[in-house]
């Protein structure tokens, strides 16, 4: 539940304005957005690089890359369906048009409601990928260095994956090659910008029926594909039953691996994506719903 309780009545003013002003860019400047972004990074800070969260219904949201219009649906369907969490799943930036105004919602929601709003970390919440793709120029355009430098700081205190309950793991890419352990995760540092080993991993690496383990992959020589032995092996160390991933675009906005135990969710339409399917899943009480994101109406106007 949004409460306004211990929120400093400034940047509960900024944050108000951030979420009425729609899919345009805003003009705020720095000293506005400054000390919202602080107080953001304060909450993030609080987390651990795993997130345990309640075993309620949960909605998750997968790449959103800059489509405002999915973002705001997928909050239509966490407010009006009494749904008790929501994550990001990672890429909320990049690609699309409306990255700013995304990263603005998010974090004012974040700011509003911290024990219900999640936002998990992606490969293009990194540095390294989103001054190449769209994000830092596009900010700094806007805002100035100094306020993309802010928000950089904030995707580095993003935890790196979710745990609902004892039943399903969330995380952006996928299953390292290493052994993680959640015990650690919960006490090491993050990293603020993992390249390599079993974090980055988590961040980059995709499933692939073609093969049994780990194999090389596209994307860079430091991140893997991996199969069905690999997995079956990560969920029974942590007797795990489902895990719900994005990072990849399929045309119907969805798609199952390995027995229907791997959920691989897209939800966005924006920029290269627009032959996509947007969809959500909604996680609750062990079972595992999709949300066709084009059923949700919303008002942007």
């Not at 400047?29 to 919202?36: M, T």
């Not at 309620?56 to 239509?76: E, M, N, P, W």
Request: negative net charge; aromatic residues 14%.
């Amino acid at each position: 539940m949004a409460s306004t309780e211990g929120i400093p009545e400034p940047i509960y003013e900024t944050v108000e304005k951030l979420m009425e002003v729609g899919p345009l860019v805003t003009d705020f400047v720095r000293e506005e957005l400054d000390p919202v972004i602080e107080y953001w990074i304060s909450l993030l800070k609080t987390q651990r690089m795993l997130l345990d969260l309640d075993d309620v219904s949960t909605l998750v949201v997968g790449d959103i890359h800059g489509d405002y219009l999915q973002l705001r649906r997928a909050f239509k369907y966490f407010d009006d369906h009494t749904v008790d969490q929501i994550v990001i799943n990672g890429d909320l930036i990049d690609r699309g048009a409306e990255m700013i105004e995304c990263v603005e919602y998010v974090v004012s929601r974040q700011i509003l409601d911290p024990t219900s709003v999640f936002y998990v970390r992606g490969n293009h919440e990194l540095k390294s990928i989103n001054e190449m793709y769209g994000f830092r120029g596009y900010c700094t355009g806007v805002y100035g260095s100094a306020v993309y430098e802010k928000f950089s700081k904030g995707f580095q205190q993003l935890p790196l994956a979710a745990k609902l309950g004892d039943w399903a793991f969330i995380c952006h890419g996928g299953i390292p090659s290493e052994t993680i352990y959640f015990h650690l995760m919960r006490l090491e540092l993050k990293e603020q910008e993992p390249e390599m080993g079993p974090y980055a991993e988590l961040l980059w690496n995709d499933p692939d029926p073609r093969i049994d383990e780990f194999a090389t992959s596209p994307r860079g020589k430091n991140y893997y594909r991996f199969g069905k032995v690999a997995f079956d092996q990560f969920m029974e160390f942590h007797e795990l039953d489902y895990l719900i991933r994005a990072h990849q675009a399929f045309p119907e906005g969805y798609r199952w691996f390995y027995d229907d135990r791997l959920l691989s969710v897209f939800s966005s339409n924006a920029g290269p994506y627009m032959n996509i399917d947007p969809h959500f899943a909604l996680l609750n009480k062990g079972k595992i719903d999709l949300i066709q994101a084009s059923t949700i109406e919303v008002d942007l106007d």
